[in-house]
Each structure stands twice: as C-alpha cells, then as structure tokens.
C-alpha cells in the first residue's frame, strides 16, 4: 500500500481542507523533506482567495519552510544525509536560460513555484530538487530557517531600492513583506525609513523595529511625510501592498527624481498618473522574488542570527491553517508571520 501522509489542501476559494494524500515520490536528484515549519506568505492569501492565477485547485501550497531530511534520491550522493536540517530556496529554475546564466533566477523562463507549480509544504512531507536545499548550521532554529524565503523577497527589494545613507525610505504596507523589508534596512544600517500602515499593532512592531511610523488614515498624509522627510517627498518609496490606493500613493509620495519600487501583487492592473511621473522623473521598479544571490544573502543572515522578527511569528498545527488563514485576512493583530507545523 501507497504511504499516506497529513496535507493542507486548497481546493477552491475560502476552501482549505486536511486531506490524507499519498508520500510524494522523490526523482533520483531530489529529496523528501519532513516538514518542520511552514509558512503562511502574502501571495497565498491572495490564492485561498482565488485571486492568483498561479495557484490552481486543487493545490497544497507553502513555500516559506524549514524541516528534516527524510529520504534521498539515488544522484544525491554525499551532498544530505537522513535526518539533517534544512531550508529550501522554493523557487525552482532551469540553470541553463538567459535569466538563469546571468544571476536572474527568479525570471527563469522556466521557473516552477513549489506550493503553486508542484506541491508546497503545507503537508508532512515535500520532494524538492537537492539543489534547492541548503543544510542549517546546528545553532539555526528551525523557526529561523523558515523565514529564510520571505526575507530573500526583501532583500531583492533593498538591492532593487538601493538607497543612499542619506536617503530616505517610506515603505508603504507592514505586512510580512514591509516587516522583513524594514529589517532588511536596518540590517544594512539604514536609519531613514517611515512605515504607514492601517493597522496600529503592526505599525507597533515596525516602530520596535526602529521605523517612525505615520498611521495611513493620518490627515494630510502628505504634509505629515514632507514633514518628516524635510523635502518634497520621500527618494524611495515602496509599496508592499499592491493595491491601486497604495500604488497610487507610492507615486505621490515620492520626491521628484525619486525612485517607486512595486512589489505587493493585489491588483493586476492599476492606472498611474504618467503624466506626473514624466514631470517628476519618477523611476519604477519592480522586485519579484529573489534571485539565487538574493537567497544567499538571506541564509546568512538567518545563519548569523540576525533575523529580529522572532518575537511576532506565531506557531499553530496545520490543521488550524484555515483559521489562521482567515485571521489574516481579517485582522492579523501582531502577528508578523504564522508558521503553520504539520
Ligand atoms: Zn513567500
Ligand atoms: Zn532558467
């Protein structure tokens, strides 16, 4: 008989269901990973929506993990061992295209998402490519491992921001992504950066974090922004929501010859006011995902013990993802991350 194992099923909009499923079977260079932790990302909330057009039922998502070396396939050779502890980069690319060869993994032409392509890590266990596992030093929680993959989104989004010591950040949005690009800021020294966001709790947890903060419903947001950034606006602003307002707002917002990084994947098309950005030389950019560096970048940092967002994940078992699913989309409070644990 087929072993079976616990998985977290999206089967359609607001539907996610614990299902007994099969083991995935493993091909000669990939591993089984036993799933430790596994995180809930922005860009599924959008999918248990049915908002993402990537994540299609029935799927078991969940990109965001850490876990523990199950089984390895027979190419693997020395590289894992059963019973070690791991992350996995999710982000599955070819190596051989244009995007690829010059360090663009995450625009491989390619590109497989495990927990939207292939099955995710919302389950006891996930097979993933062994190139996509990176082994956790022994003083790594496997807490910390988890969150290797939403920080590498920001630090992408920093590279991308690229900002100047004396230039001033405004992150719109404190979602998981607004957090971990904050602590990406202040992991790379940078004191300047404003957090505006609706919810107080989590403007709390930015300002720990060493952000001032503005709440988005201030009156006259943009005095209160010039007063703060003492110009005619803000060189950097990026928006990790991604929606129409918040995109909107990032152009306002932003100083003349300043530059708008789009990250927040809410809306799939917004209107932009062109003809201002045009009189404002407003450069756009856009961040998706991490390149391979990115990932890198992340892990060490993670290694050293530098991720600062401990204090607001929240653990709860797999079978309460769906709650926990809407207590994100409802009011998340001070919860910077869930890990969900099979
Ligand atoms: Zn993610
Ligand atoms: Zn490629």
């Known amino acids: 008989m087929m072993p079976t194992m616990k998985a977290l099923v999206y089967e359609g909009p607001r539907e996610l269901h614990i299902r007994s499923v099969p083991v995935p079977d493993i091909g000669d260079d990939e591993v089984l990973i036993e799933v430790t932790f596994s995180g809930i990302c922005g860009s599924e909330l959008g999918g248990y929506l049915g908002h993402n057009s990537l994540r299609k039922p029935p799927l078991i998502m969940g990109h965001e993990f850490s876990g523990i070396v199950a089984r390895v396939g027979s190419n693997v050779g020395e590289s894992f061992c059963v019973g070690q502890r791991v992350t996995v980069n999710p982000l599955i690319s070819c190596n051989e295209c244009e995007s690829c060869i010059t ?102 947890i930015a300002a720990e974090l060493g952000a001032e903060t503005i709440h988005g419903t201030t009156e006259d947001l943009l005095g209160q922004i010039r007063k703060w950034s003492g110009s005619d606006g803000v060189q950097i602003t990026i928006d990790a929501v991604g929606a129409d307002v918040t995109r909107l707002q990032c152009i306002q917002f932003c100083s003349a010859g300043g530059r708008v990084i789009y990250t927040g994947l809410h809306s799939a098309a917004t209107g932009l006011p062109i003809n201002d950005m045009i009189r404002k030389e407003i450069s756009i950019k856009c961040s998706f995902a991490y390149s391979h560096a990115n990932y890198m970048q992340a892990l060490q940092w993670i290694t050293e013990g530098r991720m600062t967002l401990g204090k607001w994940v929240k653990k709860a078992p797999l079978e309460e993802g769906s709650s926990c699913f809407e207590k994100l989309l409802g009011n998340p409070g001070s919860i910077a991350k869930y890990l969900l644990i099979p």
């Open 103 to 204: 360090g663009k993994q995450q625009l491989c032409e390619y590109r497989v998402l495990l927990g939207a392509g292939r099955p995710g890590s919302y389950a006891s266990f996930v097979a993933v490519p062994a190139k996509n596992v990176f082994a956790l030093q022994d003083h790594v929680t496997l807490e910390d491992g988890a969150l290797t993959e939403p920080l590498a989104c920001a630090v992408r989004i920093v590279e991308l921001a690229n900002p100047a010591p004396d230039e001033r950040v405004l992150i719109i949005g404190m979602g998981p992504i607004g957090l971990f690009t904050l602590v990406a800021l202040k992991l790379l020294g940078h004191r300047n950066v404003l957090a505006i966001d609706l919810n107080e709790e989590r403007l709390a």
